[in-house]
C-alpha cells in the first residue's frame, strides 16, 4: 500500500481542479449556451441563450425580444397537447417555428415581430386562456422584420 502525505494529495487535487477548471472555461468561451429544445425539437441554436416565456397557465406582459430578435412563446406544459394560438392583430408578427404536441397543436412558438405592441391568445381549452401582452418593443426591432 501506497501513502502519500497530505501536501502530495492537495497538491494533486488542486493541479485536477485546476485542469478541470480550464476545460469548463474553454468549453462555455467557444460554444456559449448549449441548443434550445422544447420537446425533442431544436428552437434555437444561439450561443447567448434565448428566454422563454411561460405562457402556460396566465398572463403574462412581454416586454421585449431575445436572442434573435424573436419572442419565443411556452404555450403549454408537458409534450403531448397543445394550444391554439392566435396574434391579435394577425400581421402584427409571423411565427417563424413551433413545437407541436401529439394533438398537433402548440406547445412553443417562436415568433418574428412587426409592431412594438400586440397580444397573443393562447387557447388550452375553452376554460384555459392565456393572454399575452407584448408592449414595448423598440420600434427598430418591431419593424427591422417588416
Same mark, same amino acid.
Given at each position: 500500500?501506497?501513502?502519500h ?14 485542469i478541470?477548471?480550464?476545460?469548463v /472555461?474553454?468549453? !462555455? !468561451?467557444k460554444?456559449?449556451?448549449?441548443p434550445t429544445v422544447i420537446?425533442? #425539437?431544436?428552437?434555437?441554436r +444561439?450561443?447567448a441563450g ?9 398572463d403574462?406582459?412581454v416586454?421585449s425580444v431575445?436572442? &434573435? ?7 403549454? /406544459? &408537458?409534450c403531448?397537447?397543445g ?10 408578427a409571423?411565427m417563424? +417555428?413551433?413545437?407541436? &404536441? ?14 412594438d405592441?400586440?397580444t397573443v391568445?393562447?387557447?388550452?381549452s375553452?376554460? !384555459?386562456?392565456?393572454v399575452?401582452?407584448? #408592449?414595448g ?9 417588416g
Amino acid at each position: 500500500m501506497t501513502t502519500h502525505s497530505p501536501g502530495v494529495l492537495a497538491s494533486r487535487l488542486l493541479a485536477g481542479l485546476a485542469i478541470a477548471a480550464s476545460c469548463v /472555461s474553454c468549453a !462555455s !468561451s467557444k460554444g456559449g449556451a448549449p441548443p434550445t429544445v422544447i420537446c425533442g #425539437k431544436t428552437i434555437s441554436r +444561439d450561443p447567448a441563450g434565448p428566454v422563454i416565456e411561460d405562457a402556460t397557465a396566465h398572463d403574462i406582459t412581454v416586454t421585449s425580444v431575445t436572442a &434573435g430578435a424573436v419572442i419565443i412563446l411556452r404555450t403549454a /406544459s &408537458g409534450c403531448h397537447t397543445g394550444a391554439d394560438v392566435a396574434v391579435e392583430p394577425s400581421d402584427a408578427a409571423d411565427m417563424v +417555428d413551433d413545437v407541436r &404536441g401529439a394533438d398537433q397543436r402548440y406547445i412553443a412558438v417562436v415568433l418574428e415581430p412587426h409592431r412594438d405592441a400586440f397580444t397573443v391568445r393562447v387557447t388550452r381549452s375553452p376554460g !384555459s386562456v392565456s393572454v399575452v401582452t407584448v #408592449k414595448g418593443l423598440s420600434p427598430a426591432t418591431a419593424m427591422s422584420h417588416g
